[in-house]
């Protein structure tokens, strides 16, 4: 085999990103423990890994850009580097989501509409990201689709457990005053960490998408 | 074999030899528009834009007994830069020189099947291959300007051919479409072996189409300059290609991908694998055998 370092490079990349989804992943764990036993010290862990994130970001960024410069990467290659370019940007924002949980653990007090299963939508978004990336190891068209088409069904998750809080506030009697503040500020909360999560399965399906064109060459599942 | 050879044998054509070839009744627009392409074994298309200048049909190449290309089928779209890609020995300056007959000058070496320029096939008895390379003018890798002034180096296919009315202005225009007016102006009359490699081989471009030829054929013309010369010729071959069609041989891939629209490339034994547009050899080749090569695993 000719350009064996350039080979080896290409190696190292993938695995490189394949291992940022690992820590990723491991935050986002982190992240839903944290907000369902409500531990500070894991949130704080949360938070405070989102700098190592960060830096692999920086670094996969550096090696893409390099691959590009030095290499003249083409076709199956070109492919490649192109996606995983845009695939650590996803896995960088889903970094910052499970941040996100993170910040919302520390500030929540009680809990508000304990039928609202956000556990449950943590998971399904994790099984997402944890597919996506498989398929991109694998280099699996299939999986990639498959992906995707379970977006919907996050998006339904997502928009019934909105929708059910909403409700019960309409139908909630409040005394006047502080009880107020406080519920509207749990209340939001709980919206936001919907709507990260719901993100989580947005980005899954990016980097499906990402992992399709640079399998097939197809966009089909861009935008 | 120098483009000085080429000249000087056609010092006694008539020009109208030339305009037989493209006004062959036989061999109208209509029948090459409607000729399907053939891309190798392995897939491409047809040429996506601009009428089919050049069409080849079945053609084989022999040197003696050794086959140089295999069965070739391709068309090249005028106005645009075809880049002809491979590894060495593949066949793709064997191609290149096919196109204006310059393997006639090869001793042992047969041409079978054809290759038609403007319709006509350029290997029938009654082409003259002297007003066909008039037509198809040809820019090497080595810059080879005449001893000879700036300006006569221009001028002087002009003059072979009786074309001397407005003799400086056809010379200049010639110097400016070749990106080197600016830097000769002023001293036309030195020679052309006094300017740097890359203003040389911008005067053998200047020379080239100084007679209006329909295609310029280009066998490595930067792979003996610097870079700096090297991205001067680059530019240069896609402005012309607004006037001319360009055909390029390059062992430089990422030449290729930055100046062509189409790219052909030969693998070892004479056989063009893929043809297809330049952006689609190089992100997506329907060949792993061109993915392979391009890519380096191979070649």
């Known amino acids: 085999m000719a350009r064996e370092s350039y080979q080896e490079k290409l190696d190292q990349l993938q695995a490189d990103v394949l291992y940022m989804s690992e820590v990723v992943l491991d935050r986002l764990r982190k992240g839903l423990d944290a907000l369902d036993t409500k531990d500070e010290d894991l949130a704080w862990a949360v938070i405070d890994g989102d700098e190592e994130v960060n830096e692999m970001y920086l670094d996969l960024e550096k090696q893409c850009i390099d691959l590009l410069a030095l290499q003249q990467p083409v076709a199956s290659d070109l492919r490649f580097i192109a996606a995983s370019f845009k695939i650590i940007t996803d896995l960088e924002r889903i970094g910052d989501l499970a941040t996100n949980l993170g910040d919302y653990t520390l500030q929540a007090e009680r809990d508000v509409f304990p039928e609202v299963d956000a556990q449950s939508i943590g998971r399904f978004t994790i099984e997402m990201v944890e597919e996506a990336m498989d398929a991109y190891a694998n280099e699996d068209p299939e999986a990639c689709r498959l992906v995707a088409s379970r977006d919907d069904e996050l998006d339904g998750k997502c928009e019934r457990a909105s929708q059910l809080v909403v409700r019960d506030l309409i139908e909630t009697e409040l005394d006047e005053g502080a009880e107020v503040e406080t519920l509207l500020a749990d209340v939001s909360r709980l919206l936001l960490t919907i709507r990260d999560l719901e993100r989580v399965g947005d980005h899954a399906v990016n980097i499906s998408a990402r992992t399709l064109y640079m399998v097939e060459n197809s966009d089909e599942l861009i935008y | ?299």
């Not at chain 2, 493209?22 to 392409?37: F, N, Q």
């Not at chain 2, 350029?122 to 890798?141: H, K, N, T």
């Open chain 2, 1 to 299: 074999m120098t483009q000085s050879d080429m000249t000087d044998d056609g010092r006694t054509e008539p020009t109208s030899e030339t305009d037989s070839v493209s006004a062959d009744p036989e061999h109208d627009d209509e029948e090459l528009i409607e000729t399907g392409v053939t891309a190798g074994t392995e897939g491409g298309s047809g040429p996506v834009g601009g009428r089919t200048i050049i069409e080849s049909r079945g053609l084989d190449v022999y040197y003696g007994e050794e086959r140089a290309l295999q069965d070739v089928s391709l068309e090249i779209p005028e106005k645009s830069v075809t880049a002809i890609i491979g590894p060495s020995g593949c066949g793709k300056s064997t191609f290149l020189r096919c196109i204006n007959r310059m393997n006639d000058l090869i001793q042992n070496a047969r041409v079978e099947g054809e290759l038609r320029f403007e319709g006509k096939n350029v290997y029938d008895d009654d082409v003259d291959p002297v007003a066909l390379r008039r037509r198809i003018g040809m820019v090497f890798q080595e810059p080879n300007p005449f001893p000879k002034s700036i300006y006569d180096n221009v001028a002087y296919g002009l003059r072979l051919q009786d074309q001397t009315d407005d003799l400086d202005e056809k010379v200049e225009q010639a110097l400016k479409d070749a990106a080197l007016w600016d830097e000769v102006k002023d001293r036309l009359d030195e020679s052309g072996l006094e300017l740097s490699g890359g203003q040389q081989q911008r005067l053998c471009i200047a020379r080239a189409i100084a007679v209006d030829p329909g295609v310029i054929l280009m066998d490595e013309p930067a792979s003996a300059l610097d870079p700096v010369a090297t991205s001067q010729i680059e530019d240069l071959i896609q402005e012309i290609a607004e006037e001319y069609t360009v055909v390029i041989v390059t062992h430089n891939m990422q030449q290729a991908a930055r100046i062509s629209d189409r790219t052909a490339v030969f693998l070892t034994g004479g056989e063009l694998v893929e043809y297809d547009d330049t952006d689609k050899i190089f992100q997506n080749p329907e060949s792993q055998r061109v993915e392979d090569y391009i890519t380096g695993k191979f070649g």
